[in-house]
């Protein structure tokens, strides 16, 4: 089985300012298809040490990943360690220098000169597109081993990693294990509960394997089989797959890339239904984990954002007295608001959110952390679920948005399907 | 100065499952004290590879810092393969031991042979005690360089780097310098605008330093400066700042630890100013922007979510007629977007985005990435800005979103604050 080593670049991540996630996407791409990583290293924007880490690498594997230093900038300077590492001068490629200027016209922004370093290559360098942004990557061999270079952000080297480096590899070295990963994504389970349910399952399990990773409010339990083929190892997960149902069952709500939001966009797609939201604490973030799906506008009307009180009143419809008597927080209004926001936005169902998000406006009665999550349904029934778990601002925001799509999650989940 | 490595140990990390904070976390800290980090590297639990990687950080640091593999299990390797890489036997610490027993009699638990690795150390180590977990620490001297072992856990390692292994490193290697780092934020430039502004001072510039980290639409200034003391090094900056400033100006929102959502916060309300939202293709985010705000209810009075266009008619008061002429992406609508929510709302501004988001719904005209934000002032003065990114649909509408704030920011800088 091919070797890897990865290299990650920048001065950023050694000064201590930046986590680095990308060894992490990068490493997990790799195991898919069967790769080892035996090391990952870390070295800042200096070309002489860019160098000599890829030589060090190039000496114990037979891929070499770096990530970062691609930039148009003084200080990107992967291109040229890159080629120095090889023995090879950098060339300009003319389809990117072509695609650069696309970009920059695009913009209606002039090309500063800088930017056309972006289109040098280490001679005999194959390009990988970038469409997320002006930085290409590329892979280069030599001796026999490759040396892979893709771009620091995220957003830029995820995606290049799974269109271009991954299948490049996966071309090039045949590897002879194949790797499958499914992942069960569960809602409205604690971390500890989940544990519990299948803790010896999780100490048994060689292979396949089962992991959890928790995200606030989300549990994911991750099955990976190793095996021959992919089709075999495929096989090992659709057998195990049943027996951990059968002991998470009722909170798994989806398989793989999926999101709440995004489950939820199609149950309410399969029944017809359209939705609305009303939000006060969380300011627009639970509208805008439905926007987020592509395609929300087969049902998704949008909502409002009654952050005073006043705007309670004027947009949802919730009367000043209610408001007066129970107060802004509380089981009374976040019923209203659904309501409200269900007939203002002429939806189906609605979701509305409010509580003390904090850090200051707590008081002994209504605690930092304290949301009430309405949910109002066809024909006018409502139901509230109250939260009370203490956090940052940001921490209380999210697990309300969370909590809410739980909800609906649940409720839709039990309604059978509208007629075709 | 004192060069150090960081060596982090885990196959967790090389398999993808766990992405390492500990690097960062550790860097920083010795980023403050004056130590320089050239290299960070990652190996699995192997104790060939720990020592190897082990003996080759002595030969390019004075100190090495290793993160991991302290744990009672079998794969916890690192007590030996730092032992082995200098030399030394593993001995029994008695001191170690107790702690341990008396750890394991306070849990009521029996202590398991293995945890009893946990109390050996190679000979001639000092013990760092972990009241956090029952891993300890050591350092090791050798050669007049410095080996420190740490526990893997952050809540282990963090109190233990901090109390311990900082002191000790500050203690032996008598740092001659420190560190002030002070970061403008900028709006409204790309990351090669700034550069281009810039480069001269960014190549000349040694001590302090110049570098730019971008995020999507906002591109950070970071000054670093060394020098005996911490007021010394304060000192530089406040003499570069004005000069970087100078270059800069206008589009530089903050310093520091702020954010362009809190800046406008604070302008609105020395302005005595208040705020609303008409939202369609950032479907909240905008408003999720200004609650995230600590005090954001002191002037943000909420918004409409106007995604579908019956929407934008039923909130926002947007005619029907002019969606049909101009379409609802549109300057047209924009604009009275905005004025729509400023008028719902009550408020004295109003931002709107209105756009396709995509990756569906997209055409020649009107292609996937146009995006019109509008800003509405008082008196009834009405702007609207063309944006034209390509992208994914969460890059579009964060874009978006930057470009509100932007905007806003912008305008809000050049009015004369409210009479007290």
Known sequence: MARAEIITIGTEMLLGQLVDTNTAEIARALFEIGVDVHRETSVGDNEVRIAVAVREGLARAEIVICAGGLGPTVDDMTRGAIAAAVGVPLTVDEPSMRHLEALFARLDRPMAENNRVQAHFPQGAAVFENPHGSAPGFVIEHEGRAILALPGPPRELFPMLRDHAIPWIEGRFEPDAAFVTRVLRTAGVGESDLDARIADLFREQKNPTIAMLAHPGLVDVKLTAKAETRAGAAAMIDELEPVVRARLGDCIYGVGDVSLAGVIGDQLRSLALTLAVGESCTGGQLG??????????????????????????SLLGVSPDLIERFGAVSEAVAAAMALGAQAALGADVALSTTGVAGPGGGTAEKPVGLVFVGMALPGGSVRVRR?????????????????????LWRELAIRPAARG
């Open 387 to 407: 939260l009370d778990w203490p956090g940052s601002r940001d921490a209380i925001q999210r697990r309300a948005v969370i909590a809410a799509l739980t909800m």
């Open 288 to 313: 805008a984990a439905f926007v987020a799906v592509p395609g929300a506008s087969d049902y998704f009307h949008g909502g409002c954002i009654a952050y005073a009180d006043q705007a309670k009143t």
